[in-house]
């Protein structure tokens, strides 16, 4: 006897599992969720309705109150976890019941059932409630207590576009299920049972006894206690639908088109980006010409995007304008100045005279249309003058800059046909605000530039040197004495003891006013402007945009110390005191201030803008003019005196530098090809 038992058991086993095989149930439902956003930690940022358009998330019991379960549990299924997706017991009850009274009383579906016929509803027949009992048990079998609960969670009706558990108490109480008061837990579990008969925005009445009866059941069970379920029914039921978060609404829409699953983690502080957005949109608030801002704010630290604004309000600019194409103003000039630092073609202290001054055509001048005489390069970028910055881009090639910029991951939109020019100093090319951040982190990381990260898990990028760490540094402490805004005082950054180097810029006509700053833990940028371009007379960067920079950074976590030790302590680019041959930038129509009229230096090979392939010596160095001796610097470094032929150390785009005795230099930017 207890063989054949055995037997059969076995049988039946085999035969379930041959029907589930041949019959699988369809699970199409519980894969068309809603793709939802989430920021660092898993806190919802932003859902998207499903393909279907219904609100549809995805939920496991862990996200849903235990006082929600428990009363779940004790309206629509008591025995829930011990029977195998039918209960007999209920079923009996339900038949008996109905005998008695002459109609239905209660019902005999478990969750399961429930589960079976959410996902794939059929008219209420005899047949359709055998195949949904059929269902039940080979969804029992096949997805467990916890994914049968996780599965009705996610897909039970609460009126409306509403399924699920997680989008009902959105919409219904403006939070995520995870903690529910009494009323609310009530209200969720009442919902289901008529969803639109029962909506409380459409019948209150309806809604609040249906929620008082579960409370009634949940205080007889020993839920809750009877005088938390008498003060519960006091709560008004909701009489509206709330709005499904939006936090984060451009980036959120970027990432979640690009989603091949239906959570996608970011790298955003909800915290901090809710912030952000109110920060935002209550200084938008003063300006009545329809001008916008965008809004950045970056860990240095792996590049984790922390907070993205891409306007002050989703409804009236769906634009990111974090990646809108605009005119830099003047937010260039520190990497022309690093790079020319890391040459070694200027020094912090290097004198350059900021006078009118013809580059061929053009004649630059300066935002405030005066002329300031000879300072320090450290003064002349802190004050932002045009000049010198051009001077500087003279030594440095436009050429040159534009391509490590792109090398490092920025994208330059030039007019067509274009190359590179000296306005370039001065804004003459399209970037985003995305990538300016992107490459003042990287001045925060010694001169190293790595893409930034929005989603958690990204993987690292390992970055592309634009400068040495001396000239990233050198730059940063130019920067961090920068006067600061009209009226603005930094007290507030140095109770925090908090350093801020940052530049502000303005383009022509103040269509786009810039502010970008970089402390040891952090970057922030700031964009103000009009989304159609515009002009904003008399909004330029440090009064329009700096403001708000600094009130960014003082809504962030203190620094975690300061920037480590220099790997290069003794480099020039630290003495207070220039080399002699750095001591001033003269202008190539300059006589050395009559001291000496002979002629400059200048090269005759290679000459700028060259591809060069060594020969077995080398390349060839070769110049003319200037008062003797001649030394050479490659890169910034300087050959052994005398030298004729420079040995590079592979393919790239190299600078080829000559001295004279009296401290004039002539530069070539070249390119070195190897032969294929």
Known sequence: MKRRLTIGALALVVAAGLADLLLPPDLGRLQAVSVVVEDRVGRLLRPFASPDGTWRMGAEPSQV?????????EMEDRRFGWHPGVDPLAMIRASAQMVSHGRVVSGGSTLTMQ??????????????????????????????RDGVLAGYLTLAPFGGALEGVRAASLAWFGREPDHLAPAQAALLVALPQSPERLRPDRNPVAAKAARDRVLDRAAKAGIIAADVAASAKQDPVPTAMLDMPMAAPHLSTRLAAQATGAVVRTTLDGTLQRTMETLVEAQSRFWPDNADMAVMVVANDGRRVLAHVGSAQWRRCQIDLTRAVRSPGSTL?????????DDLSLHPATLVVDAPRRFGAWMPRNFDQDSHGEMPVREALQRSLNVPAVQALELVGPARLATLLRQSGAELAFPPLAEPSLPLALGGVGMKLADLVMLYAGLGEDGRVRKLAYQAGQPADPGTVLVGQAAARAVLRILEAAPAPPGMVSANVARRGRAIAFKTGTSYGFRDAWAIGVSKDYTVGVWVGRPDGVPRPGEYGL????PMLFQIFDQLPPETGSRPPSSQPDHALYHGVPPLALARLRPPDDDAGGRDTSERPRLLFPLDGAEVEPIGAGIALMAQGGTPPLRWLANGRPLSPGAEFWHP???????????????RQASASIRVVTPP
């Open 115 to 144: 589960l079976a016929r959410l996902l794939t509803p059929k008219p209420r027949t005899i047949a359709a409630k055998l195949t949904e009992m059929a269902r039940a048990v080979q969804l029992q079998m096949r997805l467990g």
């Open 649 to 663: 150390d592979g393919p790239g785009f190299s600078r080829l530098t000559v001295v004279d005795g009296q401290g």
């Open 65 to 73: 109150s235990p006082l929600y379960l428990s009363m779940l549990r």
């Open 543 to 546: 009064a329009t945009a700096a």
């Open 333 to 341: 000039k520190p990497f022309i100045y690093a790079l020319a630092f």
